[in-house]
Each structure stands twice: as C-alpha cells, then as structure tokens.
C-alpha cells in the first residue's frame, strides 16, 4: 500500500501540474477506498483463514475444486492496480 | 502539464519503504525532496511480505523494476490446507497463466529488499537528499510553505509530503511481544511446540493441538535455502525455480510450497502475522 501511495501521490502532482492542494485532494479521493478495501478484505480474511465450527465446514466447500479463472477474478480490483489506472476519475 | 518549479524542496518525514518510495515519485515529477530520518542510518527490518502483480506495477512506475524482480522469490501457487483435517482447501495456481491475465508476477520478498531496491534507487536517481539523525520534533506551517523543527531544534524549510506522526499520532508503537509458546516454536523453527505430556502422540495430532493452541496461521515459505535468494541479482526471473548458475543437482528452490512444515525465511527471524 505505501507503494502504491508514492505512485499515486506523484501520478496525481504530474496531473494537477505540481499543484499540491489539488493533487492532494484527488491523491486521497484516490486512495481512501482502495485501501479501506484492502483493510477490511484482509481483516476478513483473517476471519477466513480461523474459521472453526460450521463457518470452517462452510469455507471449505466454497473454496475447494473452485477453478483458478474465478479467485483470479476475485482478486482482479487488488492485482489489476497500475500506474495508468490508479488515479481516481 | 508543465511542472511547475517549487522554490523549496518537499520534505519527507521517514526514510522507511513509505518515505523513500514518496521520495522517488516525488523526484521523478521533477520536484527536489529532502527525506528526513530519524535512525542515524537509513536501513530497514521486518520480515517477509508477499508482492502481488500490483507491487512490481508500482516497482516499475519507481523505476525500481528490475532491483525488486532479481531480489524476489516467485512462486508457482498459494494453497491453503485446513488444520484440523490437513485437506486441501484452496489452491491458487500463480504460474504462467496468473502472470498472463495480470502482467506481473506473484512473489515473496524479504521487507528489507524492498527498501534496499528503494533506497538504490534514491541514490541512483540523484536529487533526493537524504537526512538522518533528524527526528520531526514539530511542523509550523504557513501560506508559502512549512517549517519542520528536528528534535536538534533546527528549522527546516520545505513542504511535507507524508508526515505521520504528527498528522496520525501513534504510527510508530513498539511491536507486541510474541507469546512464549509461539517465540519458542521459532526459535526451535518448528511449526508446533513440544508436546507438554508424553511423547507418544503422532506428530499430525501435535499439530493439531497447535493450530488449535495458537489460532493464528503459521505461512509455510521456500525453505531457508540461502542459494534460494541471490541478493544483488539483477536478473528478472518470474520462472518457478530459481535460475541456475550452480550444480543442476543443488536443491530446487521449489515454488509448490512446503505446506506442512513452517520453515523461516533466512533473514527473517519470526513470522508476527497475527490475525486475531
């Protein structure tokens, strides 16, 4: 995420010309979502990964023989962040 | 657009893998930077972090592609076993077909790769100066810009980019110790701890008792193979086992991860992933 945060803070300087009150204001319009969806995807996940019970019985069947084409969907909005799309519209 | 010329330089308070990453796409938009860190030298610790195709995207918008991909490890698949029963539960392949779809590899990578790759690159590039023994005491702002007071009480002159501690207060608290159980298994670097009675148990149910003991997940990782990493190879290699310079027999740095056995990273001395 800090990585991403650099790229973003300098795609949005180069956007709005080194004007920094404006590029700050798109860099956080940029950011806020996308990392509070990493935040709370990975504190479900956590959740996930510790399931015990039923909630264990549960994960199991969704994940297993699930194919490859559908977690690389899931993971699509994480893993298809690039410089040339990480500024928000 | 034009960039337009800031008289002062844009300051940067902390010199870890945020801080110098803000500094090289800072710098790369023409605009001078001075980062200011705390620590008399600039270095890095931590563990190992996995690097999704989204990293090595913004590896390479830092100029820094090619550094990161000849430190990383990759990986074949991520599977996930349940710990009660061993069975397989997810398998995620992560070879050929995964790098296609998203243009960029999955690996795993030491913490203090990243901030080395880093800081060659903040050193390569020029421009960007870097302070130590500067600790951000206070900032005084103002129309034409900021002043950052170092606890040596010298005024610097500038605009922050990223100033945690005084904007967000507690970033910086000391990690929390690990339970005794979990250190030791560690330090055995054994994925369960000694069974407290008898030792007739099978290892399966040991393990079982110790996902249980524990609650939290224990990341299997490429063995603490050191001919697994090359530190300082440049050479790009999303290929599933390492690329050989040495005996065609010297072990494979096999990318099907060891799922049973919780092996440690060579630099990394614990694995504080704790979710709940």
Redesign the interface.
Known sequence: MALEDAVTLGEALRAHGNDFTAAFAHYERSRIARTARIVLSAREMGRIFHAKGVERLVRNELWQGRAPERFYDALEWLYGWRAENCLAR | ????P?ASPVLVAGG???GL??A???S????AVKVLEQAAEIGEIGAGIQL????F??????GIGARARGRAVYTDEMV?H?A?DE???????VGE??RA????P?AVIHRAD?HLSLLEGVQERGGIELLTSTRVARIEQGDAGVTVIDAGQEGLSG?P??ERREHLGRSRLPPRPLPAARRRAIQRRRHVPQPATGGVERQGRQRRRSAKLF???LPARPAADPTCRKPGSAEPPPTASRSGDGPSAAPRCSATLPTRRCSTWPRAPAWPWK??
């Open positions: 657009m034009n960039a337009a800031l870890g893998i945020g990453a803000a090289l796409a800072l790369r938009q023409g605009l999704g195709p989204n990293a995207a913004a590896f390479d918008a830092l996930m349940d009660i069975s397989l539960v997810g398998r995620i392949p077909a995964f779809r998203f243009g960029n999955y990243v605009r980019a990223m609650r939290r997940h979710t709940r």
